[in-house]
Nanobody, 128 residues
Framework: EVRLVESGGGAVQTGGSLRLSCTGS????????MAWYRQAPGNDCELVSS???????QYADSVKGRFTISQDNDKNTTYRQMNGLKPEETAVYYC??????????????????????WGRGTQVAVSS
C-alpha cells in the first residue's frame, strides 16, 4: 500500500519560512516522481513543484526563487523549503506520487484526483 505522510506545516507571518517533509512507503521511492500541490479554499488544486527520479526539478512561476524542493532517497523523504511566504499562499499542502505523469491542472479537490497517490496534507497559514 502506498503511503505518503506530510509534516512541517504551521502558522507564520508574511515573509516567514517553513520546511515541509513528505515521507513515502509502499513504492520504489528512487524511481518515482514526487510532486507538491496546494489548495486554498475556493481555488483549484495547484501544482507547486516536482522532482523526477533523475533529479529534474520544476517550480510554478509563482514560487520560483522562494521555494526549494529536495529529496533524501535513503530516508524516502522529499522536502520543500518555503521562504518569503505570502498570505495568499495559505493553503493545505499535499505531496503526491503520480500514477503516470504529473498533472499540471486539477479542477477537483486535490485528494479526489484519482491518478495520484496523495498524502493527507498539511496546513500552512500565512498571516499579514
Amino acid at each position: 500500500e502506498v503511503r505518503l505522510v506530510e509534516s512541517g506545516g504551521g502558522a507564520v507571518q508574511t515573509g516567514g519560512s517553513l520546511r515541509l517533509s513528505c515521507t513515502g512507503s509502499g513504492f520504489i521511492f528512487d524511481d518515482s516522481e514526487m510532486a507538491w500541490y496546494r489548495q486554498a479554499p475556493g481555488n483549484d488544486c495547484e501544482l507547486v513543484s516536482s522532482i523526477s527520479p533523475t533529479g529534474l526539478i520544476q517550480y510554478a512561476d509563482s514560487v520560483k526563487g522562494r521555494f526549494t524542493i529536495s529529496q533524501d532517497n535513503d530516508k524516502n523523504t522529499t522536502y520543500r523549503q518555503m521562504n518569503g511566504l505570502k498570505p495568499e499562499e495559505t493553503a493545505v499542502y499535499y505531496c503526491a506520487v503520480p500514477w503516470q505523469t504529473i498533472a499540471t491542472m486539477i479542477i477537483v479537490p486535490c485528494p479526489e484526483y484519482e491518478y495520484n497517490y496523495w498524502g493527507r496534507g498539511t496546513q500552512v497559514a500565512v498571516s499579514s
